[in-house]
C-alpha cells in the first residue's frame, strides 16, 4: 500500500460531490492506497462496486442534515483510522 486516505463527506452519493468522490475512491485504490470513506449510510451500486475495489466504507450513525454537529465534531474516524 501506498499508504491511507481518508475521505470524508456529508454529502449523498447522487450529487455532483458523491459522483466525483466515487471517481476520487476509484483513482485512490487504483494507485494502491487503503481507501477509507465516511459518509452518511447509503445502499448504492457504485458504493459496492467502489467496496469490491476495497474501499472501506464508515457510515455515520446520524445523518450530517440531521445533527450536522456530530458529524463535524467527529474525532473517533481519524483516530482510528491513523492512530
Not at 470524508?8 to 459522483?19: E, L, P, Q
Not at 485504490?29 to 451500486?45: D, I, K, M, P
Not at 450513525?61 to 474516524?77: H, I, L, M, Q, V
Request: a negative charge; aromatic letters at 10%.
Amino acid at each position: 500500500m501506498t499508504g491511507k486516505v481518508l475521505v470524508y463527506s456529508d454529502s449523498h452519493s447522487f450529487c455532483g460531490v458523491g459522483i466525483n468522490m466515487a471517481v476520487l475512491l476509484e483513482r485512490l485504490c487504483a494507485a494502491g492506497h487503503e481507501v477509507f470513506c465516511a459518509q452518511r449510510h447509503e445502499q448504492t451500486e457504485t458504493q459496492r462496486r467502489l467496496a469490491d475495489l476495497g474501499v472501506q466504507y464508515i457510515w455515520f450513525e446520524k445523518n450530517p442534515d440531521e445533527d450536522f454537529s456530530a458529524f463535524a465534531d467527529d474525532r473517533g474516524t481519524p483516530e482510528r483510522i491513523y492512530g
